[in-house]
T-cell receptor
Framework: GENVEQHPSTLSVQEGDSAVIKCTYSDSASNYFPWYKQELGKRPQLIIDIRSNVGEKKDQRIAVTLNKTAKHFSLHITETQPEDSAVYFCAASPSYNTDKLIFGTGTRLQVFP | EPEVTQTPSHQVTQMGQEVILRCVPISNHLYFYWYRQILGQKVEFLVSFYNNEISEKSEIFDDQFSVERPDGSNFTLKIRSTKLEDSAMYFC?????????????FGPGTRLTVT
């Protein structure tokens, strides 16, 4: 079945710097890749997603890139702010015939002022 | 903005007892899910539900688990005889899309502690 690997497990950056989190997936049929932000004790919140027919998507300071050939996708946060501090999870939906999400192991991002 | 809600926020139960976790999905959503997250680990898929029946379930979702949509708004997860290893945060999620796994919105979770 699908397996999603996520790196790094922790990431510390200075406010204003960029942060990049990378995920790889195993199932080449995967077609949908969301990113969730989870603050301590709160629900995972969808922050951006990308579908397999698109290579890049941007929403203000957040962007996601997808390389289908290499089977990896990345989250890019520019001009980081302390409120970006949270755990970020990538996920993949294995194929058109399923509606489950397979999650990565999470990245704890700390943005220092 | 509509949100998925879950009750209770925290449930403590003794091993072997039955628990029911409740969720109210977003009202116009068609697909419903349960996920769990053991402390410090990743979110794991349990089950998806569409048109009043299970559409997919994981290996975790064994005979001790069941789901139900008893009325037009609630979606429940029942664990028949809880085990210590069932202790986790359980998240309900819902999706509007007619063809699955897109833009799933998560509830705040129920922390289940089995003693």
């Amino acid at each position: 079945g699908e397996n999603v690997e996520q790196h790094p497990s922790t990431l510390s950056v200075q406010e204003g710097d960029s942060a990049v989190i990378k995920c790889t997936y195993s199932d080449s049929a995967s077609n949908y890749f969301p990113w969730y932000k989870q603050e301590l004790g709160k629900r995972p919140q969808l922050i951006i997603d990308i579908r397999s027919n698109v290579g890049e998507k941007k929403d203000q300071r957040i962007a996601v890139t997808l390389n289908k050939t290499a089977k990896h996708f990345s989250l890019h946060i520019t001009e980081t702010q302390p409120e970006d501090s949270a755990v970020y999870f990538c996920a993949a939906s294995p194929s058109y015939n399923t509606d489950k999400l397979i999650f990565g192991t999470g990245t704890r991002l700390q943005v220092f002022p | 903005e509509p949100e998925v809600t879950q009750t209770p926020s925290h449930q403590v139960t003794q091993m072997g007892q039955e628990v029911i976790l409740r969720c109210v999905p977003i009202s116009n959503h068609l697909y419903f899910y349960w996920y769990r997250q053991i402390l410090g680990q990743k979110v794991e898929f349990l089950v998806s539900f569409y048109n009043n029946e299970i559409s997919e379930k994981s290996e975790i979702f064994d005979d001790q688990f069941s789901v139900e949509r008893p009325d037009g708004s609630n979606f429940t997860l029942k664990i028949r005889s809880t085990k210590l290893e069932d202790s986790a945060m359980y998240f309900c999620a819902s999706s509007e899309a007619e063809q699955g796994a897109e833009e799933q919105y998560f509830g705040p979770g129920t922390r289940l502690t089995v003693t």
